[in-house]
Nanobody, 121 residues
Framework: QVQLVESGGGLVQPGGSLRLSCAAS????????MGWYRQAPGKQRELVATITSGGITNYADSVKSRFTISRDNAKNTVYMQMNTLKPEDTAVYYC???????????????WGQGTQVTVSS
């Protein structure tokens, strides 16, 4: 009924950049917050960045000043520009959306399938 489709992951050298995208589609009435989370091997999933429908952002301390989250409300899409990437940024990145579906009307979290980001020389 609702799908989040991510793109933009890949292999990059330390110091490089990547841009992730996540498009939400389906029976969507309204999207509240959207965000990115990541999970490295052997670790728990952690918040990377979130953005509200009004554009208020929140970042993990480890990515502040390097990552920038943005969204296009008309396209139900969230982006994350990742600069100065480090090996410790290596993880599967998941898109998340807190949204209100159409019929039936319900509010819940949705997750994308994940996209691999590998930072290595």
């Amino acid at each position: 009924q609702v799908q989040l489709v991510e793109s933009g992951g890949g292999l990059v050298q330390p110091g490089g950049s990547l841009r992730l995208s996540c498009a939400a589609s389906g029976s969507i009435f309204s999207i509240f917050a959207m965000g990115w989370y990541r999970q490295a091997p052997g670790k728990q999933r952690e918040l990377v960045a979130t953005i509200t429908s009004g554009g208020i952002t929140n970042y993990a301390d480890s990515v502040k000043s390097r990552f920038t989250i943005s969204r296009d409300n008309a396209k139900n899409t969230v982006y994350m520009q990742m600069n100065t990437l480090k090996p410790e940024d290596t993880a599967v990145y998941y898109c998340n959306a807190d949204l209100l579906t159409g019929m039936p009307i319900a509010r819940r979290d949705y997750w994308g399938q994940g996209t691999q980001v590998t930072v290595s020389s």
